[in-house]
């Protein structure tokens, strides 16, 4: 959770489409089997390489539904604060990443010349981790998931700023489609009116909400943007274990500072924290897997299923059916991530 990386993703967290979109994460050409693609008979190692069809869109679908599933977790554990999730969360994923650590043997600073990129990474990156959770638990399932799908665009505009990319009117259009959608789910009261039927008091959780998802989908392009700009040189566990370390120092300030540290009473509590960290690894495994053997192209176009999944269980397990300006706001904000996807995968074909 791309590089790998969103809610908001690089780190073995949910991860937004615009973590699958930038060429640094596109198949090794090297590692396919060219010389006997040429010669028309692929050999005994290009037989053993080649994957089921389909199976990376599989391991993508598969990746999203355990993603959703998280994050319906989240949703559901109300009684703890999201950045005390997100320190569990660290926590959970520093018991997996140590070892990987040892027997890679890279070390757990770094190289000097990319150390204070890795602090970068680390803190914008959990702090993403934290809005994400905070937004899941402040406003709707499905809303919370669409508006990280607008990180994409911003991903566009900082590697414009930052790493002086081209930004064509390609990329202005998927953003005002995007800013047309998250406007669609927001409603704010002086374009759409007053709202009779949302109380005034659950408007402005339902604003928070919506203002942590932005946060986070502007923090993990930024975080995307570093990784880009660090490359290849970083081993990927190495980027992570930065961002499990930096974020348990960032929850418990927080958590020290607003007096919210406390273990979960309800054992149901304690197996929904558990289970959030399980399915956020699995989700990571399998979107890994996914890259490995799909262009990311498709796998950036088949993570829109976020969405989907988002709104049944948002319906199922919550008993809250999507307005149609909801469903308005989705359509725009996943067409534009879609464009963005598409276009950054044609100019890595050409």
């Not at 050409?29 to 050999?43: I, K, R």
């Amino acid at each position: 959770m791309r590089s790998l990386d969103s809610t908001g993703a690089t780190e073995l967290q949910e991860p937004g489409p615009s973590q699958l979109l930038p060429d640094d994460v596109l198949p090794d050409p090297h590692e396919e089997p060219a010389a006997a693609e040429v010669a028309g008979a692929p050999g005994p190692e290009a037989k053993k390489k080649a994957p089921c069809p389909g199976l990376g869109l599989f391991y993508t679908l598969l990746s999203a539904f355990l993603f959703s599933v998280g994050s319906m977790f989240v949703k559901k554990v109300q009684d703890i604060h999201a950045v005390e999730i997100s320190a569990f969360r660290c926590v959970f994923q520093m018991l997996v990443i140590i070892p990987c650590l040892i027997y890679r043997k890279t070390g757990f600073i770094g190289p000097k010349g990319q150390r204070m990129f890795l602090i970068l990474r680390g803190t914008l990156g959990s702090a993403a981790m934290i809005l994400l959770y905070y937004a899941f638990q402040a406003t709707s399932l499905a809303d919370a998931t669409v508006i990280t799908f607008s990180s994409p665009v911003f991903t566009s505009l900082f590697a414009w700023i930052f790493l002086k990319e081209k930004y064509s009117l390609w990329d202005a259009l998927f953003t005002l489609f995007t800013i047309t959608g998250v406007i669609l789910i927001v409603r704010p009261p002086f374009l759409f009116g007053s709202n009779p039927e949302r109380m005034e008091g659950s408007y402005s959780v339902h604003l928070k909400g919506t203002f942590a998802a932005i946060g986070h989908a502007v923090l993990a392009a930024l975080t995307l943007v570093i990784l880009k700009k660090m490359g290849k040189s970083v081993d990927y566990f190495l980027s992570i274990w930065y961002y499990v370390i930096l974020g348990l120092v960032e929850c418990v300030i927080i958590l020290s500072i607003l007096g919210e540290w406390s273990l979960p009473f309800c054992g149901l509590d304690r197996l929904f924290l558990i289970l959030i960290g399980l399915f956020g690894l699995g989700g990571q495994v399998f979107l890994t897997k996914a890259i490995q053997i799909e262009k990311a192209g498709l796998v950036a176009i088949m993570k829109t299923m976020d969405v989907v999944f988002a709104f049944i269980f948002q319906i199922i397990f919550f008993n809250d059916v999507p307005t149609w300006w909801t469903v308005g706001g989705a359509l725009c904000v996943v067409a534009s991530s879609i464009g963005a996807a598409i276009r950054k995968w044609c100019q890595s074909s050409k």
